[in-house]
């Protein structure tokens, strides 16, 4: 007969041991799961969202695009809608982010009078050339930045904003 024998109150220990333990993974695992979460969900990262707009419709008279899609703030889904301003350049699609670079407010294209072909940013009168470039002498200190830009079935796809790349 071997001496291995299990006494009830080993038995008993290592019982309770491993349900214990089963029932402790059993709730900590939805604890975990649900803290690292977002860490685990693919955003797609810097992927072009299609807007509304078909590329044969876009002329060399800038016109807002807006660009919606979903954003992820840790658990928190919201909505966002974006805009960009778009023209044509011979065959280049051109996209401008609306936002100055002097304290963020959003340019508009013509809406100066004086000059009715630069963007012009209603905070403090600044003012950008068409590529985007900061007019001299207005607060602004860099020109606007470009979305990428890219086209599916024929509409208008913008991806991330980049450096502007039109100014020399
Ligand atoms: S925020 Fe545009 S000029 Fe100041």
Avoid at 58 to 85: C, G, H, R
């Amino acid at each position: 007969m071997s001496n291995n024998r299990v006494s009830r109150r080993q038995f008993l220990s290592y019982t309770l041991t491993g349900v214990g333990g089963f029932m402790a993974a059993g709730m900590l695992m939805p604890m975990v799961r649900f803290a690292i979460d977002p860490v685990l969900q693919n955003h797609g990262g810097g992927d072009f969202i299609q807007t509304e707009h078909k590329i044969a419709d876009i002329t060399e008279e800038p016109v807002k695009v807006d660009l919606k899609f979903e954003q992820v703030d840790a658990w928190y889904k919201s909505e966002v809608t974006n805009m960009a301003w778009v023209y044509k350049e011979g065959d280049q699609i051109i996209a401008l982010s609306p936002v100055c670079k002097h304290l963020g407010c959003m340019v508009n294209w013509a809406q100066d009078s004086a000059h009715p072909d630069q963007f012009f940013c209603p905070c403090h009168a600044g003012r950008y050339e068409k590529n985007g470039k900061n007019v001299p002498g207005t607060p602004p200190t860099g020109p606007l930045d470009e979305y990428e830009v890219s086209e599916k079935d024929g509409y208008l796809m913008l991806g991330p904003t980049k450096a502007n790349t039109l100014v020399k």
